[in-house]
């Protein structure tokens, strides 16, 4: 198995970030040597200390899957589209963020009123909106590849707003309280992208994809994955997932939720293998 996990709402709970219920199931998993790979609208910034905190050392995948973070350990070769960045090798999907800010301050004339975005906002802003710490929501604003926006005003000007980014070329995901504005990658491309890899590389392993995520930016890992589940949350109704076959929803939200899937698809069968 390879294990694509979000993280807010998903592995990590929506309000405060915790990840208690699902720590003994991520135990399990890494004694498996499964890999859990964060998948996820966070920064590399955020990432390395959120790795730290649940303990995995395996790729990660940020941003909305603009970029895969790769250790040396996780594959036999470096693949040929990365470039080296210390013991890791990075694959990058998207345009770099000015790129969406230029085209953000094209339509502050228009909706400048409705909206604010991560540049725009203050440390203290950041903090204020998604409860992380001063020193967290630094992190969460070192962005490279796309920006968050807080839609401020109604929901018909709201998709006036989408299709006006779209319009100039920008790409529009839905997280759990901020649009992310970006170009045309997506977790489901990245996910694609570490699978056929991962694949190449040990064709004698039979590997499975599994995605977790509760979140209009999960869908299209949600739809690519061999197996999705969808993890409720208490904050927003499911994405919509297009697809039948091999698509889960959880019973309980979040990290609780996550832990229940987890343990049903793949500790449970490995278990009853090796009677
Ligand atoms: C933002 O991402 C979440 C993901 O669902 C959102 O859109 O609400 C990002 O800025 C991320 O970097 C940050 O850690 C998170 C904090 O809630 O918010
Ligand atoms: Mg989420
Ligand atoms: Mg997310």
Known sequence: WLIFTDLDGTLLDHDTYSVAPAKDTLHQLATKHIPVIPTTSKTFAEMKAINKNLNLNGPCIVENGAAIHIPHTFLKQKPTDTRWQGNMWVKTF??????????????????????????????????????????????????QFGEPVLWQGDEKDKLRFIDAL???????????????????????????????????????????????????????????????????????SPPTVNRTHQLHVTRSTGPVGWAESVNELVLTPLKEATW
């Open 166 to 236: 779209k319009s100039k070329g920008a790409s529009v995901l839905h997280g759990g309280r901020f649009l992310h504005v970006s170009g045309h990658g997506d977790k489901g491309q990245a996910l694609k992208w570490l699978c056929d890899e991962y694949r190449r590389q040990f064709p004698e392993q039979d590997t499975h994809s599994l995605a977790l995520g509760d979140g209009g930016n999960d869908i299209a890992m949600l739809e690519t994955a061999d197996v999705a589940v969808i993890v409720r949350s208490p904050a927003h």
């Open 94 to 143: 998207s345009n770099q963020k000015r790129v969406w800010l230029e085209i953000l301050n094209q339509l502050k004339p228009e909706f400048g009123d409705k909206f604010t975005h991560f540049d725009a906002m203050s440390v203290g802003d950041v903090s204020n909106i998604t409860g992380l710490s001063t020193h967290d929501a630094t992190l969460a604003k070192t962005r």
